[in-house]
Nanobody, 127 residues
Framework: QVQFVESGGGLVQPGGSLRLSCAAPGFSLDGYATGWFRQAPGKEREQVSCISSSDGTTYYADSVNGRFTISRDNAKNTEYLQMNSLKPDDAAVYYC????????????????????WGQGTQVAVSS
């Protein structure tokens, strides 16, 4: 059973930065779009970002565009999310997953196409 492993979360002050990592043991990212998602208490899970396998094109939710940067290293089967200028509204559990149906990001996002969800990593933003 494939399951991604997220890490890098923590507590940061508003305006701070974090870098999340997502490892995919036993699974090759090559050929699949991959994404980052988040879920805050009492809210639905939302897609934050996506990166295409075919050409590296990216998608960002409006709420994080210009502050977050997604990247991936296919050789290491690892995906990253650099988060800058963090705001209290960014606090959530962050998850990564692979889109098993596409190599390119779908816009609007289609969360039902994603699989291999990890356990998530908690991000808290507070002074």
């Amino acid at each position: 059973q494939v399951q991604f492993v997220e890490s890098g979360g923590g507590l940061v002050q508003p305006g701070g930065s974090l870098r999340l990592s997502c490892a995919a043991p036993g699974f090759s990212l090559d050929g699949y779009a991959t994404g980052w998602f988040r879920q805050a208490p009492g809210k639905e899970r939302e897609q934050v970002s996506c990166i295409s396998s075919s050409d590296g094109t990216t998608y960002y939710a409006d709420s994080v565009n210009g502050r977050f940067t997604i990247s991936r290293d296919n050789a290491k089967n690892t995906e990253y999310l650099q988060m800058n200028s963090l705001k209290p509204d960014d606090a959530a559990v962050y998850y990564c997953a692979a889109n098993l149906m596409r190599s390119r990001c779908a816009v609007p996002p289609r969360m039902y196409e994603y699989a291999y969800w990890g356990q998530g990593t908690q991000v808290a933003v507070s002074s």
